[in-house]
C-alpha cells in the first residue's frame, strides 16, 4: 500500500515536472516563472473553495454547490457597507457573518429534510438553494462595475519576477492553515471524532448516540465561515461579480473531487497544480484554447485514476 | 443600483407630489402634447439580461421615448405599442422572442435591441421576414455585418479602433496587445481591427481571449506583456476590465504600459471602482457623446428618461443609443404615409431609406442603406479617466481603417461625405 503510494507521488511530480518543461519549452525561465507563480495564485483559490467543499462533506456527506453563493452574498454585501462608508473590519465580519448565517439556515432547515436521500440528490438541492441566493444578490446588486479591495493589496512581495500582494500571500496561508486545522479538529477532538463517524456511517453513528443534528450543525458553521472568507478572496482577487464567485465553486470542486473529497492536503495540491497547468497552458499557441476546462480535465484523469478498483467517489459506501 | 436608488426615488416622489413641480420640458415625436389614441402600431425589442450582463439599458430608454411619443400625438395619432422580449443569453428564447414578435405579432420593425446573443441567431429571421432592427446595443459581428439589423452603438470593433488610434497618435503606442473575449463574432473580430491598424501604421499587435467566467485575467495580461506589448487595449465589459486593471495595480504595471478601453469603460461607476491609483491613467472611446456635452438631443434625452423611465434604469451609453435608435425610427414613421405605416415591407423601404439624420449624441450622420453590412456610427470622442469622472481629451474624430471602405463608399453615394 506505501510503496503504492510513493509510485503515486512519483508519477504526480515526473507528470508535473514534464508537463511545465514541456509547456515552458523555448520560453525565457522568467516568463515561465512569471505564470508558475501567477497560476500558484490562482490555484490556491481553488484549494481554498475546495477544502470548504470537503470539510462538509467529510461531516455530513453533503457536496454543498452553495458555496461559493453564500461567499458571493458576504462579500457583496461587505462591499456595501464599505461603500457606505462602514469599517473595513466590520464589513468583512458581515460578509463571514451572512455566509455563516446562509450556510446554517440550509444546513438546519433544508439539509435534515434530505438526510437519507442519495448524494446526487442532496448536491442538487445545494444547487437550487445557490441558484435562489444568486437570484437574490442579482436582484439586490444590479450588474454595474464594482470592486471590492482589501488593505493587504497594497503591500506585496516579488516571487520569480511577479509580484504577489499580501492577500494572495494570505489566501494561500489561509488554505494550508485550514487543512492543518481541520485536520487537528477532526482527529484530535470530540466532535471531530463524531464527524468522521457521520461521514463514515450516518446510520450507525445515530444508533451509537451521536448528536446529529449538533454534529452537523458545527459542521454547517465551520463550512459557513470558510465560504464567507473564500468569498471575500474571491471578491478581491477575482472580481466583485454575484455570477463568477457563485460559480467558482465548479473548478473548486473539481480540486476538491483530486482529494477524493476526502483528503484535504490532495484537495490543496491539486488546487495548486490545477492552477498552475492552466496559466502554463497560456504559454502554448496549441494548448491555450482549452484553458477553461483544464481543470475539469485534471480532476477527471485524477479521478480515473484513484477509482481502479476502489470505492466510488459519490457513494462512499462501495 | 437598486440600494442607492430606491431612497432616491422615493424622495424624489414625495418631493414630485408635494411641490408639483413638473419633470424638464420633454420634445418627443409631433410634440402635440395630445395623448395617441386609436390602433396601435407594434413595434418590437429584444434585450439580454440576465448573469452575468444587463442590456436592458436600451430598451428601457426606447420605451421611455415611445411613452413620451406616445403622450404627444403618438404616430399620426396612434399610439406605438412597444413589447419588450428578454433573450437572457439563450439562443433558443431569443429565438422564440423574434418569432413572437415578428410572426405573431407582427411587429413593422423591432428598435433598441441589445444583446450578445439575439442578432446572430435571428439576422437570417429578419431578413426572410422582410423586417428591419434598429438595434442600439450591439456587440457581435453579425449586427453590423447582416441586411436587416442597423445599430446606433458602435460595438467593439469600431470603438477598439478609436481607442488604438488616439494611443498611436497621442501616446506613442507602438505594440498594442488587445485583451478580448473569447467569442469569435466578438473578440478575435474586433481585436484583429486594432492589430491590423497598428501594422497599417508601421507598428503591431496581438492579442489574449479570455472566456467571461475565467477567474484567472492575469494569465492573459502577462500573455499580452510577454508578447512585448506597450500598450494594453481591455477590449471586454466594464467588470473583467476593471479585474484586468486590478491585477495590473497588484504587480504595480501602471506606469510601464498604455492603458485604452472601448467604450465599456465609459460608465460612470468605474472612476469609482478602479480608484485614486488609475487616475488619468486610464484612457476610453466613447462612441456616443460624453454626458457632460449638453446639446439639445443630449438634454432631451435626460429629460425623457426623467419623465418616463424608471429612476433605477440606467443613463449610460445603451440608454443614448436606445433613446437614438427610437427618435430615428419616429421620425422615419412619421415622414412616412399614415396608410403605410402599418405595412411591414413599407415600413422596412422606409428604414432603409434613411440618409442623413444628425443629432448631437453622434459624431457622424445616421444612415441604412440597402447593404449587406451597417455601421453608420464610426466616428467619436475620446476621454481620460481623471478626479474621479471623465475629460473629454479629443472632441469627435472618425476613426481610420480599411474596415471602413465599403462603409464611406455608400457615405459618398447617399451624399453624406
Redesign the interface.
Known amino acids: 500500500m506505501r510503496n503504492l503510494k510513493h509510485l503515486n507521488w512519483m508519477i504526480y511530480l515526473i507528470a508535473m515536472v514534464a508537463i511545465v518543461l514541456f509547456l515552458g519549452s523555448g520560453k525565457p525561465i522568467k516568463i515561465v516563472g512569471l505564470f508558475f507563480v501567477s497560476g500558484l495564485a490562482i490555484g490556491s483559490l481553488y484549494a481554498l473553495g475546495g477544502i470548504g467543499i470537503v470539510v462538509l462533506y467529510r461531516a455530513t456527506g453533503v457536496l454543498n454547490f452553495a458555496n461559493g453563493a453564500a461567499g458571493a452574498a458576504g462579500v457583496m454585501l461587505a462591499w456595501q457597507f464599505a461603500d457606505w462608508g462602514i469599517w473595513g473590519p466590520f464589513t468583512w465580519l458581515v460578509a463571514i457573518f451572512v455566509a455563516l448565517i446562509i450556510s446554517l439556515v440550509y444546513g438546519r432547515l433544508i439539509a435534515p429534510l434530505l438526510a437519507w436521500r442519495e448524494p446526487v440528490v442532496k448536491a442538487v438541492a445545494t444547487l437550487g438553494f445557490a441558484l435562489i441566493i444568486l437570484g437574490i444578490v442579482s436582484f439586490i446588486w444590479e450588474d454595474d462595475p464594482r470592486k471590492f479591495a482589501l488593505p493587504s493589496d497594497k503591500i506585496g512581495v516579488y516571487i520569480l519576477g511577479l509580484r504577489v500582494t499580501v492577500t494572495r500571500l494570505i489566501a494561500f496561508a489561509a488554505s494550508i492553515c485550514i487543512v492543518i486545522g481541520i485536520y487537528f479538529y477532526l482527529y484530535h477532538t470530540k466532535v471531530g471524532l463524531q464527524m468522521r463517524s457521520l461521514a463514515n456511517d450516518r446510520d450507525l453513528s445515530a444508533l451509537l448516540g451521536i448528536p446529529i443534528l449538533k454534529v452537523e450543525t458545527i459542521a454547517w458553521g465551520i463550512s459557513g465561515v470558510i465560504a464567507g472568507f473564500t468569498g471575500l478572496m474571491f471578491g478581491d482577487l477575482i472580481r466583485l461579480e454575484p455570477f463568477v464567485i457563485t460559480f467558482m465553486v465548479i473548478p473548486s470542486i473539481a480540486a476538491a473531487v483530486c482529494g477524493r473529497l476526502d483528503n484535504l492536503i490532495l484537495v490543496l495540491i491539486g488546487g495548486l497544480s490545477m492552477g498552475v497547468i492552466e496559466s502554463l497552458l497560456t504559454l502554448s499557441q496549441v494548448f491555450k484554447g482549452v484553458r477553461p476546462i483544464a481543470p475539469f480535465v485534471i480532476a477527471a484523469v485524477v479521478l480515473l485514476w484513484y477509482q481502479r478498483g476502489r470505492r466510488l467517489t459519490f457513494s462512499g459506501t462501495d | ?3 442607492k436608488t430606491l431612497p432616491v426615488a422615493l424622495l424624489a416622489l414625495v418631493v414630485f407630489a408635494f411641490t408639483g413641480q413638473s419633470h424638464a420640458a420633454t420634445k418627443c415625436g409631433a410634440n402635440t402634447g395630445v395623448t395617441a389614441k386609436g390602433k396601435p402600431i407594434i413595434v418590437g425589442g429584444i434585450h439580454g439580461n440576465a ?4 442590456f436592458s439599458a436600451s430598451t428601457d430608454a426606447a420605451k421611455a421615448y415611445f411613452d413620451c411619443v406616445n403622450a404627444n400625438g403618438g404616430i399620426h395619432g396612434r399610439p406605438i405599442d412597444y413589447r419588450i422580449e428578454n433573450d437572457q443569453w439563450n439562443p433558443e428564447l431569443a429565438a422564440q422572442a423574434a418569432s413572437k414578435l415578428v410572426i405573431d405579432a407582427g411587429a413593422v420593425a423591432l428598435v433598441a435591441n441589445g444583446s450578445f446573443i439575439e442578432m446572430a441567431v435571428n439576422a437570417g429571421t429578419y431578413k426572410k421576414a422582410n423586417i428591419m432592427s434598429m438595434a442600439a446595443a450591439c456587440a457581435i459581428s453579425e449586427c453590423f455585418e447582416s441586411s436587416n439589423i442597423v445599430s446606433t452603438n458602435q460595438g467593439p470593433l469600431p470603438s477598439n479602433l478609436g481607442a488604438t488610434q488616439y494611443a498611436q497618435e497621442e501616446l506613442g503606442s507602438k505594440n498594442v496587445g488587445c485583451i478580448g473575449l ?1 467569442i469569435p463574432n466578438n473578440g478575435p473580430w474586433s481585436c484583429k481591427a486594432s492589430i491590423d491598424l497598428m501594422k497599417a501604421r508601421g507598428g503591431s499587435g496581438s492579442m ?1 481571449l479570455l ?1 467571461p ?8 495580461l ?2 499580452i506583456i ?1 508578447n512585448g506589448a506597450d500598450t494594453i487595449l481591455m477590449n471586454l465589459p ?3 476590465a ?2 484586468v486593471l ?1 491585477a495590473a ?4 504595471l501602471r506606469d510601464q504600459y498604455v492603458w485604452i478601453a472601448p467604450t465599456p469603460l465609459y ?1 460612470l ?2 472612476p469609482k ?3 485614486k491609483y488609475w487616475d488619468g491613467k486610464v484612457f476610453v472611446n466613447a462612441e456616443l457623446a460624453p454626458f457632460q456635452i449638453g446639446g439639445p438631443d443630449a438634454k432631451n434625452w435626460k429629460a425623457v428618461m426623467d419623465a418616463y423611465a424608471k429612476p ?1 434604469d440606467p443613463r449610460d451609453t445603451f440608454a443614448q443609443s436606445g433613446y437614438l435608435s427610437a427618435t430615428f425610427f419616429v421620425k422615419m414613421m412619421l415622414a412616412m404615409n399614415p396608410k403605410d405605416i402599418d405595412n411591414r415591407a413599407k415600413v422596412t423601404q422606409a428604414i432603409k431609406n434613411i440618409s442623413g439624420y444628425r443629432s448631437d449624441l453622434m459624431c457622424g450622420p445616421y444612415y441604412v442603406g440597402d447593404s449587406d453590412f451597417h455601421m453608420p456610427n464610426h466616428a467619436g470622442y475620446m476621454v481620460q479617466i481623471i478626479n474621479g469622472g471623465f475629460k473629454i481629451v479629443r472632441e469627435c474624430y472618425e476613426f481610420d481603417s480599411a474596415y471602413f471602405k465599403p462603409h464611406i463608399a455608400i457615405e459618398k453615394k447617399l451624399g453624406l461625405r
Open positions: 443600483m437598486k440600494m448573469p452575468p450582463g444587463d473569447n489574449a472566456n467566467g475565467a477567474p484567472d485575467v492575469n494569465s492573459a502577462l500573455e510577454s466594464a467588470g473583467l476593471i479585474a486590478k495595480e497588484e504587480q504595480d460608465d461607476s468605474v471602482a478602479l480608484g433605477e
